[in-house]
């Protein structure tokens, strides 16, 4: 088995599974799967083998409760947001967070540029 890797972030479909878990503290398939279908069609054999992957990684715990697993979230969403902004300032702020909060403050004339920057609208779907 893989050690679980704390500098991970997870691929779309296993961070879907693991935010539907945060809602709902632990589930079991057919949870994950009816909070993942608000918004897409999943097949449950689909959710099920995201889930065991995620078990696998040491992203969530699973025990057995009756004839199916229940999972609850080890990775906390804390923890992914600060590995998911980390990457965001290494890779287009060179490493820096003061950057980061110009380009997010709208400031003209940053240090790493001799032009004035004009914002565009920050996305927040993609947050």
Sequence with gaps: ??????????PPLELECLKALWEMGEGNVKDVRTALTRNRNLAYTTVMTILERLARKGGV???????????APLLSRDHLRELALRKLVNSFFEGSEENLLAHLN????RPDTSRDFDPAPLDTALL
Excluded: D, H, L, T
């Design 1 to 10: 088995m893989r050690k679980p890797s704390q500098r991970e972030i997870p």
């Design 106 to 109: 709208g400031v003209k004339n």
């Design 61 to 71: 715990a699973r025990r057995k409760v009756g004839r199916s697993f229940v999972y």
